[in-house]
């Protein structure tokens, strides 16, 4: 096919978390959109894969975060109600720490700051209330029960479904391999099966974004990291202990912080839990999607500093991909020297939780230029993006 003659108000790239929720927002809003995906719909060779997805809202991360994670929880609501598919459970969840970490003072900060409802806990009121979890003596956690989980693949899925259901045309194994900017304002883009030409482009390529943005010198890396499915010992902690947990991130004493899930998925399921980050710097073409016995031991050699007894089988374990900026805040809109292009694929492990919010923000962006939500942090012209000179 040669798709020269093609040409439409907005091409997004990549139909991953962000991408979907860009395409559903701007066909919503009545714009022609072509969305060109380099896998298949909710693939797991990204970032947008593996089950669950946690939601929070005392935000370690920093309060600035916090509006726009409230204005997402109505958007998760709103998308459900508009797939009819089940996609939020609120479950609570606890951010564990000694007292000045990052996990428990940063949590409490953004709670305080705009007043969302928690509770702090002593590592004994912890154990009386999840007996599956043991943490120091010392260590503090906050507990806010407007926390929980989204499954990430039915979301992504939710989006594309009302994308085409809007007049979205999606085209998969089709990856993007470059793109510029035209005289007049619009821009042209290339695929295997041929050029696309478009006023404007949203690139949400994800770990791949990083290549279809090499010539803007923004200092982005993608890193592999490994997620486990671990069956716990449940003769000494019964199954309802580990259902019935929240969502958890947990740093005490600089151990590397860890985060999971209950049991979703009942006994033979597993408890999913993973390093936050593994520093290991990969290529999205060439990563190795194999985990290795040396990765999957040390995790739980790690998790069971805070759950003794995950002591049964490994039920599986699979990788995927962050794109990571140096200050771990996202980049977000319009690129300085090509303002047709809007850009939010780098999310640095902590993007899917706003992904309705992000879809409406990419419309905004695309459509008018700005958009009322602050995003000031995620500026891609900020200096902290910038490779070295």
Known sequence: MNAAARHVD???????????AAAHQLAARGLSVLGLERFWPAHDQGSGHGETRIVRQSYFEGPAYVPLLRRAYEGWRQLEADSGRDLLTLCGGIYVGDPDSKIFAG?????EA?????EVLDAAAIRERFPAMDPA????????ENAGYVRPEESILANLDLAVRHGAELRYDEPVRSWRSTPGGG??????????GADRLVVATGAWAPGMLADLGLDLRVERQVVCWFTPDFSTVPYEAWRDLPVYIEETD????????????????GLKLAF???FQRTDPDAVDRQTTEAETEATRARARGLFPHLTG?????????YTTSPDHDFVVGALPEHPEVVVASVCSGHGFKFVPVMGEILADLTIDGRTAHDIALFDPTRPSLRLPA
């Open 10 to 20: 907005v091409i997004v790239a990549g139909l991953g978390s962000m991408g979907s």
């Open 107 to 111: 949590a409490k900060r953004s709670a």
């Open 114 to 118: 705009y007043g969302l409802a928690h």
């Open 137 to 144: 003596d010392h260590a503090l956690g906050l507990f806010e």
């Open 187 to 196: 821009v042209e883009v290339t695929t295997d099966a041929g050029t696309y």
């Open 254 to 269: 600089h151990n590397r912080d860890i985060y999971g899930f209950p049991m979703v998925d009942g006994p033979a399921g």
């Open 276 to 278: 936050f980050n593994t």
């Open 313 to 321: 089988p490994l039920v599986k374990a699979m990788t995927c991909l």
